[in-house]
């Protein structure tokens, strides 16, 4: 079973900064790696899939980049409702096996 | 507008059952792999099961295998999670989520569109 590490847990920004969010994969996954946002109360909601491409209606400062074990989730300068958690997640060939990471939670500073 | 609304969540003793339903609408549903994702409050996402587009391919996490079964009828739009022998750890939001992908073993998996979820609280 493919394992997702995201670093750091926590992270702590001002809006307007800069933001780089980890994923690391325990073996390869080629570029079939997807990024969620959640905030409180809410169902997750899908950024980025594919590695790097961004879903429907998500603005252009998310952005995603990696391939193999090691991927990044970027956000170009924080606007007030990006502060979430931000969710990993890859699937495996076969048995068919849907990982999430553990999260990383983006805070005001 | 493409939405899903699951129901069937509630208060169960454990070791009992308790049938999910997801209702879709505003797009293909048959066009679609769709799934059941859990989220234990205060915990992280975890992928419960998924069900390719004509019920051909089928998975489920270790946690649930051989007590849930995912099933869907297309002709109603609509998604099922029938959930036996309830342990206390299965106590969680469950989300139905829509694959961007028709089949669970197709190249890409990823989740676009999900319910606001159902909860299962599994206590004597």
């Known amino acids: 079973e493919i394992v997702l590490t995201q670093s750091p847990a926590t992270l702590s920004l001002s809006p307007g900064e800069r933001a780089t969010l980890s994923c690391r994969a325990s073996?390869?996954?080629?570029?079939?790696l997807a990024w969620y946002q959640q905030k409180p109360g809410q169902a997750p909601r899908l950024l980025i899939y594919d590695a790097s491409n961004r879903a429907t209606g998500i603005p252009a400062r998310f952005s995603g980049s990696g391939s193999g074990t090691d991927f990044t989730l970027t956000i170009s300068s924080l606007e007030p409702e990006d502060f979430a958690v931000y969710y990993c997640?890859?699937?495996?060939?076969?048995?068919?096996?849907?990982?999430f990471g553990q999260g990383t939670k983006l805070e005001i500073k | 507008e493409v939405q899903l609304v699951e129901s069937g969540g509630g208060l169960v003793q454990p070791g009992r059952s308790l049938r999910l339903s997801c209702a879709a609408s505003g797009f293909t549903f048959d066009d679609y792999a769709m799934h059941w994702v859990r989220q234990a409050p205060g915990k992280g996402l975890e992928w419960v099961s998924g069900i390719s587009w004509n019920s051909g391919s089928i998975g489920y996490a270790d946690s649930v295998k051989g007590r849930f079964t995912i099933s869907r009828d297309n002709a109603k739009n609509s998604l099922y999670l029938q959930m036996n022998s309830l342990r206390a750890e299965d106590t969680a939001l469950y989300y139905c989520?829509?694959?961007?992908?028709?089949?669970?073993?197709?190249?890409?998996?990823?989740?676009?569109?999900w319910g606001q979820g159902t909860m299962v609280t599994v206590s004597s």
């Open positions: 997640q890859q699937r495996s060939n076969w048995p068919p096996l849907y990982t």
């Open positions: 989520a829509k694959d961007i992908s028709l089949d669970i073993v197709a190249p890409r998996g990823a989740f676009d569109i």
């Open positions: 073996q390869s996954v080629s570029s079939y």
